[in-house]
């Protein structure tokens, strides 16, 4: 072992001549590409004949539901334009909040607006419950 030459600082390096077969490499890489290909046509050949075969048969996709083709669903829909709903129920409200107009008018309910009702309540005061001692 003294004469190993292998762990010695001046040992003449080597690289080895036969790690890897390039003709092989590229061989497996062209059959793969080959492969692939061959596979691509394969497929695309399944997609046009699962195609043609289906375009004879025009079954509806639910036979139920062509008698029913323009019945809406039932309440509550969907809102088709939510920016113009949340307008006309803001305007409601605004209207409701500052003019006059009869709740019952059996009972006699009015509604008055927010601002008159605030300066009226400030006028009366809130009403309050006696305190017992």
């Known amino acids: 072992m003294a004469n190993d030459l292998s762990h010695s600082p001046h040992a003449p390096s080597h690289h080895e001549e036969s790690d890897v077969n390039i003709r092989g490499v590229?061989?497996?890489?062209?059959?793969?590409?080959?492969?692939?290909?061959v596979v691509c046509?394969?497929?695309?050949?399944?997609?046009?004949?699962?195609n043609t075969r289906t375009e004879g048969t025009n079954i509806p996709a639910f036979p139920l539901?062509?008698?029913?083709?323009?019945?809406?669903?039932?309440?509550?829909r969907l809102q088709t334009h939510p920016r113009e709903d949340l307008r006309e129920l803001?305007?409601?409200?605004?209207?409701t909040?500052?003019?006059?107009?009869?709740v019952d008018r059996n009972a006699g309910v009015v509604r008055i607006p927010i601002d008159d009702?605030?300066?009226?309540?400030l006028q009366r005061g809130l009403p309050s419950?006696?305190?017992?001692q």
């Open 26 to 37: 590229f061989a497996f890489a062209g059959g793969l590409a080959v492969l692939t290909v």
């Open 41 to 50: 046509l394969i497929v695309w050949g399944l997609f046009v004949y699962f």
């Open 65 to 76: 539901a062509t008698a029913q083709e323009h019945r809406e669903p039932p309440e509550p």
């Open 90 to 95: 803001r305007d409601a409200e605004q209207e």
């Open 97 to 102: 909040l500052t003019t006059y107009g009869w």
């Open 117 to 121: 009702a605030i300066k009226l309540t």
């Open 129 to 132: 419950r006696q305190v017992r």
